[in-house]
């Protein structure tokens, strides 16, 4: 085979899977019960939103489940990364729950499970119950306890079907995005409000596998963060510096604490004052002994000083400025990278196992007729495949590769422009086609071991 691999290169136990999120896919957003999240009250907010546009119709994947699982048992695949909705739950965030709701992903379970894919649940992909917001959200230290019901309720309804769950999708992107910058939902901005956001999120990562254990003692427990390997833009000390401080904050800030080495403060000096979030037993509740990390690897990062970004004095090189292969949302294509991380994390003794649980791209792909052409995702997919087979040779237990997505979907404050699926959607017709990387991934996972 001309990427010099082949699928029993991998192992017979290694799960190949796809991944998606229930804002992304599901659309149905006032149906059956649902109350809203803060994303439908973000993306219904004027200029948020590239072309203002939202998930409420998004896949419909509420009304396509079924041919939508039947469409990716057709790639071969043995796992299936989805998220619930909290709030399709939980239409209050907390109290009465909805039956619809619950029966729906009772449903897409089942679904699964009938065609032979695995379901693996993230509980949190970032569509927080709008009610809990108004109550401050990820703000609120009670965000603790409304959480924990959460997760108590959705484990011991659905435990006994599905045996991997991972407790949050990337805190940093939400805690980050939505509380300190401002760009994704609830919108909020703010050095103070940010770290309670960190803080919290970090013991619900660790509650929550509290939780999962307690309720599904059989389960493969995990959380996932996001991850970009970075390289100083040059030699010298000030860049060096700075390369090791967008490192703590990407790839260090919400793993450590969960393995017990408190937060990366020697490196994160604006972290300091997140000690006034402490409580008197945080240090050890922020502990939680994960079956696995999920690693989600998009890009790579080069840094330099900046006097002109603080708090971290240090900036990304845009990867546009650099003049290298990107994507449609500017983002470095480098396979080398997704090795680099995978023996990075590896390096941690209390990693046990990690699992690729997204890696893909955005680009402009052709439809012609019943045809999508993207050479350019079938590449990438093949190199950073290939780098992931690279770090297994060598020793780092990966265990799984998730790609992200199964389907093009609503890419947050992007719309519906960045399309990152296997599958193409016609956002109109909600049409479905296979493109060229899902027929290539369906070949190679068809392969026997
Ligand atoms: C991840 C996120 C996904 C998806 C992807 C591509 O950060 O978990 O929801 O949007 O990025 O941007």
């Known amino acids: 085979m001309e990427m010099g691999y082949e699928k029993k290169d991998f192992g017979e136990n290694f799960v190949w899977g796809t991944s998606t999120s229930a804002y992304q896919i599901e659309g149905a957003h006032n149906i059956d019960g649902r109350g809203p999240s803060v994303w439908d009250h973000f993306s219904h907010q004027k200029g948020k ?10 896949c419909d994947f509420y009304h396509r489940y079924e041919s939508d699982i039947s469409l990716m048992a057709s790639l071969n695949v043995d796992a299936f990364r989805f998220s619930l909705s909290w709030s399709r739950i939980f ?3 907390i109290g009465k729950p909805n039956q619809k709701g619950i029966d729906f992903y009772h449903q897409v379970i089942d679904t699964c499970l009938a065609s032979g894919i695995q379901p693996w649940i993230t509980l949190y992909h970032w569509d927080l119950p709008l009610a809990l917001e108004e109550r401050g959200g990820w703000i609120n230290r009670d965000i603790i306890y409304w959480f924990s019901e959460y997760v108590n309720f959705c484990t011991k309804t659905y435990g006994d079907k599905v045996k991997h769950w991972m407790v949050l999708n990337e805190p940093l992107a939400f805690t980050g995005m939505g509380y300190l910058r401002g760009l994704h939902a609830p919108g909020k901005k703010g050095i103070r409000q940010g770290l309670s956001t960190i803080h919290h999120a970090v013991l619900c990562q660790a509650e929550g596998g509290r939780i999962v254990r307690r309720n599904v003692p059989d389960a ?6 996001s991850c970009s390997y970075v ?3 040059t030699r010298y000390p000030r860049d060096e510096q700075a390369a090791q401080k967008l490192d703590a904050l990407y790839n260090r800030l919400f793993l450590e604490p969960a393995l017990g080495q408190g937060y990366p403060l020697e490196d994160l000096s604006f972290l300091q004052k997140i000690e006034n979030y402490f409580h008197p037993e945080d240090e050890k509740n922020m502990v939680f002994d994960f079956d696995f990390i999920g690693l989600q690897n998009y890009t790579r ?3 330099s000083h900046s006097w002109l970004a603080p ?5 990304a090189v845009p990867a546009e400025k650099r003049k290298v292969p990107i994507t449609t949302m500017k983002w470095e294509v480098y396979p080398p990278g997704i090795y680099h991380l995978l023996k990075k994390f590896s390096a941690y003794d209390k990693v046990k196992k990690i699992y690729i649980t997204e890696n893909g791209a955005s680009f402009e792909d052709k439809v012609e007729g019943e045809e999508v052409l993207d050479e350019r995702r079938v590449k990438f997919l093949q190199s950073y495949i290939g780098q992931v087979l690279r770090a297994k040779k060598e020793g ?19 719309g519906y422009r960045p399309r990152f699926g296997l599958i193409h959607v016609d956002f109109t017709t909600q049409k479905r086609i296979i493109k060229n990387s899902g027929l290539w991934y369906q070949n190679f996972l068809g392969q026997s071991v």
Do not use: H
């Open 91 to 93: 239409p209050e965030g």
């Open 49 to 58: 939103i590239k072309n203002n546009e939202n998930g409420d119709k998004a």
């Open 311 to 315: 708090p971290l004095w240090a900036k």
């Open 231 to 233: 390289e100083p833009y």
């Open 301 to 303: 990062e080069i840094a």
């Open 220 to 225: 493969q427990i995990g959380t996932t963060f």
């Open 396 to 414: 780092v237990k990966v265990e799984g590769y998730f790609a992200w997505s199964l389907l093009d979907n609503f890419e947050w404050e992007n």
